[in-house]
């Protein structure tokens, strides 16, 4: 099944009947404020979030007055437009031809960093390529045993300390491990942590200072993983993770559920953070590269 | 973004002044915020309609408590309507019957169920129950072996059996709880999708089977707006009795809390404050109604502000102001009262006009300390000093700095200002000129004395 149709199936399904309502609101009728002050309501219960959703909307009213569009139809595909202008895949951080490629995995408790990690490992490894998993996750109880399963499944390298060990410690042989064995990409998971413990943010640095000077240029990429499920708090999380060390993107996961990750519109509208992945389950294979107009379809489309 | 939704509804209501009661016109404004508010604070859309409804409902026509503002009024409805939506504090769980009391955690991933499993058997063994875990996760990888770990690190029994169905595991778990002696069994279950029916349908039998006597709902305070959603269908396919919040020590408003409370009508239990063990606590709705709303302090300022200042006394105050009858001691025992109400700077921010008081007052009150050195001050006069500051002779005036333990200094400029404000009065006081009631009135608003 595609991303787009698991999404969609998600949406479907979901009680309130998202889907349904988009699907009415736009099926016919002339373009009212009532259409507005629905649609405005769509977005906000999609955690677009009330300033981002405003400001979409007043988009849409000035271009459908400077189109003069009249049916409801037309403007649904104005809105998608302007959905997919805000998610502008361009920014996207490429990959580098750098060996190792290294990318730093960091988010929130539960967020979904180690699966992540590993089917991300599952991802490059169905491309032929060396990755090297790095269990960097020395806190949580057996988050080192999870990625070694995964890792495992995935059939790619693990390195790893004993839990409780300092992370960057952990980092620094990684990172010669990874150039002793010639990596093709690592992949290094993190302990979750909220934003507002200065510690943690700053063991995150450390972890990130470590990596650059082991290896110029490293992490190539570091990539926010957000719960699609989380609210307008995801917003402070990227601000506040992008605060300790630069964030290249986002991986937005559990997107196979009823929540509909609007919120990360709101992060790149307001931090200019572009999503690279978004995961929808907990297989292997769950994780594809991230398509705005894939993702702004089956926000709008029914 | 609305960290301050005090601030926004002063504001809202700075411009409508000297009204008694509250017209749907000044409701309207304040909605409109409260509405926002609500919806960045993640509170579902279709519960922020309801809510704001139902505040809108009391709030017209009443009447404005004197020692209040219009936007205090307001706040303190909201609040108050809020508190009672979220009931009361029941961090209590079902009590020990026959055999072990059987409490199983449910949840979307990630949300923190097997972390908050732990945490609750370390709450359950400090009220002198002894728990036993039962882990039912054999999905995700490493989930089984974290429980055990965790149990091991407190020093708790854990079953598990990676061969079997969660079914079957609940089962001897149970039992083996029951053989072990244990009061309390918890059923550490795998995360699932709401809408994932097989899933599902597997806490359902497990439910069928272990008959439990308490089924927990494990949520991300960071949830949005999808909250009402998972938690419906939690409701739906096993019948909660109650919610457990987690992550709450980040800087996440929490809408969630009143989203699920809403569509789920269970008690929210607990909530999770950090990584700690230890870092559960009993869930406190005054509090996490100011937190939704985000105005922290200020309600409970907005209470003191109701309990403390004496409706008589600040009349009385007024009365002698207007009579230019005002003394050092009224000023002490304003100050008395000030401080009685908490920190000086928190009560300047709620003050509406804050920003308008006189340099002199506010150059007094910069710091408590100075307050406090007001009131020794004071207190160090005689009496007949107090209502005759003119006789403060240099003598006079070196035996109130040693007897308070400030500097003549501090006595002479205490005396200044005083002698300022009193200056002020006057100007604001043309005896029997028309108008001079409102000026009184805009006076107690920015100073509630």
């Given at each position: 099944m595609s991303l787009i149709d698991q999404f969609k199936n998600g949406l479907t399904r979901s009680k309130s009947g998202f889907m349904g309502r988009l699907g009415g609101l736009f099926s016919a009728g002339e373009i009212n404020d009532q259409f507005y002050e629905e649609l405005e309501e769509i977005l906000i219960s999609g955690d677009v979030g009330v300033q981002t959703s405003i400001k979409l909307v007043d988009k849409l009213r000035t271009e459908v007055k400077n189109r003069r569009i009249k049916e409801r139809q037309e403007a649904r595909e104005l809105l998608l437009e302007l959905v997919i202008e805000i998610m502008d895949p361009g920014r996207a951080p490429a990959e580098t031809e750098e060996k190792p490629h290294v990318i730093l995995l960091v988010g929130v408790n539960g967020s979904g960093k180690t699966t992540s990690a590993a089917k991300l490992a599952g991802l490059y490894r169905r491309d032929e390529k060396e990755v090297l998993l790095v269990a960097g996750d020395t806190f949580r109880a057996a988050a080192i045993e999870q990625l070694e399963i995964w890792a495992d499944r995935a059939d790619v390298e693990l390195i790893k300390q004993q839990a409780g060990s300092d992370p960057s410690a952990l980092y620094f042989d990684a990172m010669n491990a990874a150039k002793a064995r010639n990596m093709d990409v690592v992949i290094g998971d993190t302990a979750g942590r909220l934003h507002s413990r200065y510690n943690l943010m700053e063991e995150l640095n450390k972890i990130y200072r470590v990596i650059g000077r082991n290896i110029p240029g490293a992490p190539h990429r570091v990539l926010l993983v957000v719960d699609a499920t989380t609210g307008q708090n995801a917003v402070a999380q990227a601000r506040s993770f992008n605060q300790s060390l630069p964030i290249d993107g986002l991986i937005l996961t559990?997107?196979?559920?009823?929540?509909?990750?609007?919120i990360v519109i709101n992060i790149q509208d307001e931090l200019n953070i572009p999503v690279c992945y978004v995961g929808t389950g907990e297989k292997m294979e769950d994780l594809a590269p991230f398509n705005p107009e894939d993702f702004a379809r089956a926000l709008l489309e029914s | 973004m609305f960290s301050n939704l005090a601030e926004k509804l002063q504001d809202t209501f700075r411009r409508l002044k000297g009204k008694g009661k509250l017209t749907e016109k000044d409701v309207d404004a304040a909605m409109r915020e409260i509405r926002l508010a609500l919806l960045e604070a993640d509170v579902n859309f279709k519960v922020v309609k309801e809510f704001v409804n139902s505040v809108r409902e009391r709030a017209v026509g009443q009447e404005v408590m004197s020692s209040l503002t219009p936007g205090q009024q307001v706040i303190k409805i909201v609040n108050e309507e809020m508190t009672s939506l979220m009931g009361d504090t029941q961090s209590a769980l079902a009590g020990p019957g026959k055999g072990p009391t059987r409490v199983m955690m449910v949840g979307l991933q990630g949300s923190g169920k097997t972390t908050t499993a732990v945490k609750l058997a370390a709450h359950l063994r400090r009220e002198g129950r002894s728990p036993f875990l039962v882990a039912a996760?054999?999905?995700?990888?490493?989930a089984v072996k974290q429980l055990e770990v965790l149990s091991e690190s407190i020093g708790e029994k854990c079953y598990s059996n990676l061969e079997a169905d969660p079914v079957e595991i609940c089962r001897e778990g149970l039992k083996m709880a029951d053989r072990e002696g244990s009061d309390v069994a918890i059923f550490d279950t795998a995360g699932r999708l709401h809408i994932d029916d097989e899933m599902m349908s597997e806490i359902g039998a497990i439910k069928n089977d272990i008959k439990p006597d308490e089924v927990l709902l494990v949520v991300d305070a960071m949830t949005g707006q999808d909250a009402v959603n998972a938690a419906a269908s939690f409701n739906e396919a096993v019948g909660l009795s109650g919610v457990i919040l987690t992550k709450l020590d980040g800087d996440t408003r929490g809408g969630a809390a009143l989203s699920v409370r809403k569509v789920?009508?269970?008690?929210?239990?607990f909530v999770g404050v950090g990584?700690?063990?230890?870092?559960l606590e009993p869930f406190y709705p005054d509090r996490m109604a100011s937190r939704i709303l985000g105005m922290g302090d200020v309600l409970s300022l907005i209470e003191k502000a109701e309990a403390t200042i004496d409706q008589d006394k600040a009349r009385e105050m007024e009365k002698k102001l207007r009579q230019q009858q005002f003394t050092l001691e009224d000023f002490r025992d304003q100050m008395v009262q000030l401080r009685s109400m908490g920190s000086l700077d928190d009560i300047l921010n709620m003050l509406p006009e804050g920003g308008n008081i006189p340099k002199e007052l506010k150059q007094m009150s910069l710091n408590e300390n100075s307050l406090k050195r007001v009131e020794a001050i004071i207190s160090s006069m005689t009496r007949q000093e107090r209502y005759n500051?003119?006789?403060?002779?240099s003598s006079r005036r070196r035996r109130i700095a040693r007897g308070s333990g400030t500097t003549v200094q501090d006595v002479n400029r205490l005396l200044n200002q005083f002698s300022q404000m009193q200056k002020m009065f006057k100007q604001m006081n043309p005896a029997g000129k028309k108008g001079m009631g409102k000026k009184m009135k805009k006076m107690k608003k920015r100073f509630p004395f």
């Open positions: 559990k997107l196979d559920g009823t929540a509909r990750g609007g | 996760d054999i999905y995700r990888p490493g789920t009508g269970c008690p929210i239990k990584e700690k063990i230890e870092a500051p003119s006789i403060l002779n």
